[in-house]
């Protein structure tokens, strides 16, 4: 690492890097090519939104790691939506509503583009997630999602 460091360095002030020096980085930067294309090693775990342009960038994403055969088989759709009913069993904010019934088009296409992988949806919560028991409690979610069929955003801030 400190003759990476310095030869970046020593680019920076001179303009140029001498062979010796692209020499000592080649088995540096082949070590890294390996590990990152060894799944036991390195995965990557892709987090978007479900909107238009963090779809479109996802999908560019998983089509240049996969033809540089990097591992990656994990999607987290994060903010997602989920409506509370109101006691009539509509829904009880009508940009909730909108906004869900938006995130549905582009759910549909993660679900369709990504059916070979693991896709995690993460609730959209009404309260800023920080603190270290409230991030490893909303982390968990990443291992145990939520039924949000039966739970509100309402219950897992109780719960955080």
Same mark, same amino acid.
């Given at each position: 690492q400190?003759?990476?460091?310095?030869?970046?360095?020593?680019?920076?002030?001179?303009?140029?890097?001498?062979?010796?020096?692209?020499?000592?980085? #080649?088995?540096?930067? !082949? +070590?890294?090519?390996?590990? =990152?294309?060894?799944? @036991? &090693?390195? %995965?990557?775990?892709? *987090?978007?939104?479900?909107?238009?342009?963090? #779809?479109?960038?996802? !999908? +560019?994403?998983?089509?240049? =790691?996969?033809?540089? @055969? &990097?591992? %990656?088989?994990?999607? *987290?759709?994060n903010?997602?939506?989920?409506?509370?009913?109101?006691? !009539?069993?509509?829904?009880?904010?009508?940009?909730?509503a909108?906004?869900?019934?938006?995130?549905?088009?582009?759910?549909?296409?993660?679900?369709?583009?990504?059916?070979?992988?693991?896709?995690?949806?993460?609730?959209?919560?009404?309260?800023?997630?920080?603190?270290?028991?409230?991030?490893?409690?909303?982390?968990?979610?990443?291992?145990?999602?939520?039924d949000?069929?039966?739970k509100?955003?309402?219950?897992?801030?109780?719960?955080?």
């Amino acid at each position: 690492q400190r003759r990476v460091r310095e030869a970046v360095v020593s680019t920076q002030s001179t303009g140029s890097m001498n062979m010796d020096t692209l020499d000592e980085l #080649l088995p540096v930067v !082949e +070590r890294i090519n390996r590990e =990152l294309r060894d799944p @036991d &090693i390195t %995965t990557f775990i892709c *987090v978007c939104i479900p909107e238009f342009l963090s #779809l479109y960038e996802t !999908e +560019r994403l998983i089509q240049k =790691l996969t033809a540089l @055969d &990097i591992d %990656t088989h994990n999607v *987290v759709v994060n903010q997602v939506v989920y409506p509370d009913k109101n006691s !009539e069993g509509g829904h009880a904010c009508g940009l909730c509503a909108s906004r869900a019934k938006m995130q549905t088009k582009y759910l549909d296409q993660i679900a369709d583009l990504y059916e070979d992988f693991h896709v995690i949806r993460m609730p959209q919560m009404p309260i800023e997630v920080k603190g270290s028991k409230m991030l490893n409690k909303f982390g968990s979610f990443l291992v145990n999602p939520p039924d949000m069929t039966i739970k509100s955003v309402h219950d897992l801030v109780k719960d955080l």
